[in-house]
């Protein structure tokens, strides 16, 4: 069943005031919130439960006020950046994305495609990527996970983060020359 057969009914449900259907709603979504939450502050798996907690009690409260049902995933995204960000100032942490990749996990030997080279491949290019995402100021790192990771528009970007649009752009575009450029060097 696709995400909107099967979750746009229960919001609709929800914002009626079905309690029943809140319940089937948040728990549908708590795996994606705890995904967000975890890349986005890094913390350990008991602050994500608390955080993915408070996520939860502020759809709670907000979902009558979501405008329309079919625009409820990008509004649980706002929800759940807000809530991590609120996290990070209370906390004065520092906002760190996750960036390891398991390259192990893309490539098993008991796969009948496995190919060392193509694994050592992998490595060498994922090690160039790492270099140039390592050097990245955090808001590079945050537009890129919001647009790239999440799907969600620049404007949206802009407005979750406070930042111009224009910002956005120029962000993105300069991330993608950079990306560019490694690549490029690397492939010579």
Known sequence: MQYQEFVIP???????????ALEQLLL?????????????????VADTEDISQEVEIRVSQKISSLQSPEAFYSWLHTIVIRECNRYIKAR??????????????????????YLPSEYVELTEIYNELKKVLFGMPIITK?????????GIKQKNI??????????????????RERLNTALTSYQR
């Open 10 to 20: 229960l919001v609709r449900k929800t914002m009626a005031g079905d309690s029943e």
């Open 28 to 44: 549908s979504q708590r795996k994606i919130i705890a995904v967000i939450v975890r890349r986005w502050t890094n913390c350990q």
């Open 92 to 113: 004065n942490k520092f906002i760190m994305l996750n960036n390891e990749l398991c390259i192990d996990e893309l490539f098993v030997e008991s796969d009948p495609f």
């Open 142 to 150: 945050q537009i890129i996970f919001l647009h790239y990771g999440l």
């Open 158 to 175: 802009g407005d979750l983060l406070g930042v111009p649009v224009g910002t956005v752009s120029s962000t993105l575009f300069r991330m």
